[in-house]
């Protein structure tokens, strides 16, 4: 039987999950495709979800806290940061998954000298990203536009500033996971701002992928290591279609088209 799964977001035109998704399950030899889907209101997730007769379905910007509502159940991580990222239908009940977090983590283990982090924005992904490190045992900091995101951050004791009573100091690595330089030329925070921030870092990652970001090129003149958020994707792609097949494959037999396809295919 047929098993068909998208990619709900706003926008989600440049979306390259049905790229990796469906060469991995044609290598695989798995009955099943993978699309994308433009969604206009979050509210109307789960009605699209059941009406497209879904096995299950990813989440992006800026959907992931209206899909942790309307699940019926929710596991693991997702549970403390109240964003979902993969949904499963199973047993009639639609359950919930973020796989971004470990996703994020896997993508930068590797980094050595990190102590302080500062994550710019307040939405479901700086949630995943923040939950995570900090169980890692980094510092984390959040800045964002307006203070009243950050209830969330400050309820669960972070560090919290936003634009108007932040005072930069020095992070070693600075993460954007605002939607700044998507689809414009825009930054983050303010350039000055940057500037100052940059200064004193190590590292500078953008959750968004495949393109180098207004924030990542003012990272690379500072002279900053700079990653976009393409291995971020990977591993948290990796987790979901593991979660999609209820773990009949195992990671590395996975993650082997998936690395192909974001070689050779994008």
């Known amino acids: 039987m047929s098993k068909y799964f998208t990619i709900f977001g706003n926008p989600i035109s440049h979306s390259i999950s049905p790229l990796i998704h469906n060469y991995t399950i044609k290598t695989l030899q798995i009955d099943g495709c993978y699309g994308r889907t433009l969604l206009e209101n979050g509210n109307d997730l789960k009605k699209k979800f059941l009406n497209l007769k879904l096995t299950g379905a990813n989440i992006t910007v800026p ?9 019926d ?11 979902v990222n993969t949904i499963i239908k199973k047993n009639n009940k639609l359950i919930g998954f973020n796989t971004d977090a470990p996703g994020f983590y896997e993508s930068i283990k590797s980094y050595k000298n990190i102590k302080n982090i500062l994550i710019l924005g307040a939405g479901g992904t700086a949630k995943a990203i923040s ?4 169980q890692k045992g980094y510092k984390i900091t959040l800045l964002n536009r307006s203070q009243k995101r950050l209830d969330f951050f400050i309820k669960n004791n972070f560090e919290c500033y936003y634009w108007d009573n932040f005072i930069p100091t020095q992070y ?17 925070i303010k350039k000055d701002v940057l ?4 200064l004193n870092a190590k590292y500078a990652i953008d ?5 180098q970001t207004p924030f990542l090129s003012l990272a690379k003149k500072h ?3 700079i990653k976009d958020g393409s291995d971020m994707l990977l591993y948290q792609a990796v987790l979901a ?5 209820d773990f009949k494959y195992p990671k590395n037999v996975i993650e082997k088209p998936m690395k192909y396809a974001f070689k050779f295919l994008l």
């Open 63 to 71: 959907f992931k806290e209206n899909a942790y509502n309307l699940c």
């Open 73 to 83: 159940e929710v596991e693991g991580i997702a549970q403390n940061i109240q964003a």
């Open 131 to 134: 939950f995570i490190l900090k």
């Open 172 to 188: 070693d690595m600075i993460i954007n996971t605002t939607s700044a330089g998507l689809n414009d030329l825009l930054l983050p």
């Open 195 to 198: 500037d100052k921030l940059f």
């Open 207 to 211: 959750v968004i992928y495949n393109k």
């Open 223 to 225: 002279n900053l290591i």
């Open 241 to 245: 279609f593991e979660i999609f097949f």
